[in-house]
C-alpha cells in the first residue's frame, strides 16, 4: 500500500512540475553562471590542481561540483510546497484520506530527486555545450542515478525543515543557512588536497564531498573500486538516515494543526 | 448506529480559549446536519476533529460507527471533506483532480473511470474536464471539489461552508447539487454554514452554535415554530422608558420571546395580527411613540436572534469578520 501510496503523491508532484516548466530555465541560468564565470576565473589555478594529480582544466574538474550543487539546491527547495499544501488545504485533504502519512512525504522526495536530476542533467549538457570533456557518455546514466540518490537525502532535508518549520521565511532561512556551508565544505570547487587539514577534516563529515569525488572520478574515467564501495556507502547511509528522519519527522509534524 | 455521535466535546486552545465546548450532538444516516453559527462559533474545529485532523480535548466523537482518535484510520475510510477554502490543484485539469482524488481514496482502478465520469456528469463539468483548473470560475473548482469529497462514495460527507463567498445564483447550483448527491448516494451530510438560508433549505436538523456551545438542535421547521408564527419588529423614537414597555407587552399572552437592539424591538408570537394592536395599546399607555412597524413570518434569522440575542447577517466580507477568521486560523496552528 505505501509503494502506491508513495507513486500517487509522486504522480501528482510530477503533474505539478510538468505544468509549471517556465521554472525550469530560470533554476538553470545560476549553475550555468558557476559553470561560465567562476569556472573561468579560476582558470588559472589548473597547475595546482594538477599538482594533486587532476589532469583537468579547472572547468572540467569544477563541473561535477556543480553538477552536485544543482542538485544540492534543487532538492533542498524543493520540498517548500509542503508549506503550500499545508496552507491552501491540499494537505488536509491528504490527511483525511486513507493513506498514509509517510508515503506523503516520500512521494515528494522522489518527486524532488528526479527534477534534480533532470536540472543537473541540463547543466551536464551546458558544461559540454561549452567543451568539456566526458571520458566515457555511457556513464551519464549512471551518474545521474547517483544524483537521484544523493538528491533523495537533501530532499530529506528540505522536507523535514518544511514540516517543522511554520512559515515560507523560516523555511527560506534555514535551507539557505544548510545548503551553502555544505556545497563549500566539499571538494567541489577545489581539491581537499590544498585546503587547510581543518577544513579537509569537516569535509570528510559531509555526504557531498562523497558524491563530488564520486561524478568527478565517473566523469573523468578514474573511478577506483574501493572509493566507489566507500562513496557509495556513505551515500546511501546518508540517504537511509534522511528517509528514515523525514517521514518520522513528517508525520509528527503533520499530525500537529498547522 | 449514528453516522455521527459527539459526547461532551471540547477544544480547548494552549491560551485557553473553548473553540468548542461540551458539543453533543447525534446525526442519523441519511441525515443532512446543518451546524449554524457565526464566524469563529467553532464550527471548523468540530469538522476538524471529526475528520481526524484534530485531536479533541475532552469528550469523544464516533464518524460512521469509528472513534475519530483512537480508529482514526478507519474514519478516514468513511468519510469525504469538502473544506471551506478551495483545494482543488490549480495547474492540473479537472479530470486529473478527480484523478488524484481516486487514487488518495483507493478506489478500484477499474472503477476509477466510469465513477469519475458519472460525477463529472452530475456536477455539469464535463465539456471542461480537460481544462486546467486556472481557467475555472469560483463556482466551477467548489464543483470540482465537491465532487472530490463524493468521488469514493463516503459514509458520511463533511461540508464546510459551502456556498462561502459564492455569488447567489452560484449558491442556489450548489444547493441542487447537495440536495442531489444526497438523494443519488445516501450518504449523511454534516455541513456548516453562517448563511440561514442554506440551512433551511438544506438540512433536515441544525444545531446552532456560539462560541463553541451548542444553544439548541432540532429542525429548522420545528426552531421556527416554537417563536410563534409570527415576528413583530418595531421602531420607537426613544429607549428612555423601553423597559416598562416591555414588561407590559410580556404579559400578553401570546407572546413568546422579546428582543431589544437599540431602538428596535422584535417580539416573537402566535396570532401576530392580535398582538400588534395590543402593543400600540400599551405605548399609548407608558407615552412611547411608535415609528414603524412590521409584521412578518419568522426565519432562521430570528430564531439565531432569540437564541444568542444576537443578530447573524447574511453576509460574509466584513472587515472584522475577516479579522475574527484570521485569528482562529492561527490559534489552529
Given at each position: 500500500m505505501i509503494i502506491s501510496d508513495t507513486y500517487t503523491i509522486f504522480w501528482r508532484e510530477m503533474k505539478r512540475y510538468r505544468k509549471s516548466r517556465s521554472g525550469v530555465l530560470i533554476r538553470l541560468i545560476q549553475p550555468a553562471i558557476w559553470i561560465i564565470v567562476i569556472g573561468n576565473t579560476f582558470a588559472g589555478t589548473q597547475p595546482l590542481i594538477k599538482s594533486v594529480g587532476y589532469d583537468l582544466s579547472y572547468i572540467e574538474f569544477m563541473t561535477p561540483g556543480v553538477i552536485i550543487l544543482t542538485a544540492i539546491f534543487t532538492s533542498i527547495f524543493g520540498g517548500v510546497n509542503t508549506l503550500w499544501d499545508r496552507r491552501y488545504g491540499f494537505m488536509n485533504k491528504a490527511l483525511t484520506s486513507p493513506i498514509s502519512r509517510s508515503s506523503i512525504a516520500l512521494g515528494k522526495m522522489l518527486a524532488i530527486s528526479l527534477v534534480s536530476a533532470l536540472q543537473a542533467s541540463l547543466i551536464l549538457g551546458i558544461a559540454l555545450a561549452i567543451g568539456v570533456n566526458f571520458v566515457n557518455p555511457l556513464m551519464f546514466i549512471p551518474i545521474m542515478l547517483i544524483v537521484i540518490l544523493f538528491s533523495l537525502g537533501f530532499s530529506g532535508i528540505s522536507v523535514v525543515v518544511a514540516a517543522t518549520a511554520k512559515s515560507q521565511e523560516t523555511f527560506w532561512g534555514i535551507v539557505n543557512f544548510l545548503g551553502m556551508p555544505l556545497f563549500m565544505l566539499s571538494p567541489a570547487l577545489f581539491p581537499l588536497e590544498l585546503v587547510p587539514d581543518w577544513l579537509a577534516v569537516v569535509a570528510k563529515l559531509n555526504p557531498v564531498t562523497y558524491s563530488v569525488l564520486l561524478i568527478r572520478g565517473m566523469m573523468t574515467g578514474t573511478t577506483q573500486a574501493v572509493s566507489v564501495v566507500l562513496d557509495l556507502a556513505v551515500i546511501s547511509g546518508f540517504v537511509i538516515i534522511m528517509v528514515a528522519l523525514a517521514s518520522y519527522v513528517f508525520t509528527r509534524e503533520v499530525n500537529k494543526p498547522f | 448506529m449514528y453516522s455521527i455521535e459527539t459526547k461532551s466535546l471540547s477544544k480547548i486552545y494552549?491560551?485557553?480559549?473553548?473553540?468548542?465546548?461540551?458539543v453533543s450532538i447525534k446525526v442519523d444516516n441519511g441525515e443532512i446536519f446543518g451546524f449554524l453559527g457565526p464566524n469563529g462559533a467553532g464550527k471548523s474545529t468540530t469538522i476538524m476533529i471529526l475528520t481526524t485532523l484534530l485531536k479533541p480535548t475532552l469528550g469523544t466523537a464516533h464518524v460512521a460507527g469509528y472513534d475519530v482518535v483512537l480508529q482514526a484510520k478507519k474514519v478516514r475510510e468513511m468519510i469525504g471533506y469538502v473544506q471551506q477554502d478551495s483545494t482543488v490543484d490549480e495547474y492540473l485539469t479537472g479530470r486529473e483532480n478527480l484523478e488524484l482524488q481516486a487514487r488518495l481514496n483507493h478506489i478500484q482502478k477499474d472503477l476509477v473511470k466510469s465513477r469519475i465520469d458519472e460525477i463529472l456528469n452530475l456536477v455539469e463539468l464535463s465539456d471542461r474536464q480537460h481544462d486546467s483548473v486556472n481557467a475555472y470560475s469560483g463556482g466551477m473548482r467548489k464543483r470540482l471539489d465537491i465532487a472530490g469529497g463524493l468521488l469514493h462514495r463516503p459514509k458520511v460527507l463533511f461540508l464546510d461552508e459551502p456556498t462561502l463567498g459564492l455569488d447567489i445564483q452560484t449558491r442556489y447550483k450548489i444547493w441542487e447539487y447537495i440536495k442531489k448527491i444526497h438523494k443519488e448516494y445516501d450518504m449523511s451530510i454534516f455541513l456548516t454554514t453562517h448563511y440561514m438560508e442554506e440551512a433551511d433549505r438544506l438540512c433536515d436538523n441544525i444545531s446552532i452554535i456560539d462560541r463553541g456551545k451548542i444553544k439548541v438542535t432540532n429542525s429548522p421547521a420545528s426552531l421556527k415554530n416554537a417563536l410563534g408564527n409570527d415576528v413583530i419588529v418595531f421602531e420607537i423614537d426613544s429607549d428612555t422608558k423601553l423597559e416598562s414597555l416591555i414588561s407590559e407587552i410580556q404579559k400578553i399572552q401570546l407572546v413568546k420571546d422579546i428582543k431589544t437592539n437599540g431602538e428596535e424591538v422584535t417580539v416573537f408570537s402566535t396570532n401576530g395580527n392580535q398582538v400588534m394592536p395590543k402593543i400600540f395599546e400599551l405605548s399609548l399607555k407608558v407615552g412611547i411613540k411608535i415609528e414603524s412597524i412590521s409584521l412578518t413570518k419568522p426565519t432562521l434569522d430570528d430564531v439565531f436572534l432569540s437564541y444568542t440575542g444576537k443578530e447573524l447577517r447574511d453576509e460574509n466580507g466584513g472587515y472584522n469578520n475577516k479579522k475574527e477568521r484570521e485569528k482562529m486560523r492561527r490559534l489552529r496552528a
Open positions: - | 494552549e491560551n485557553g480559549l473553548r473553540a468548542v465546548d461540551d
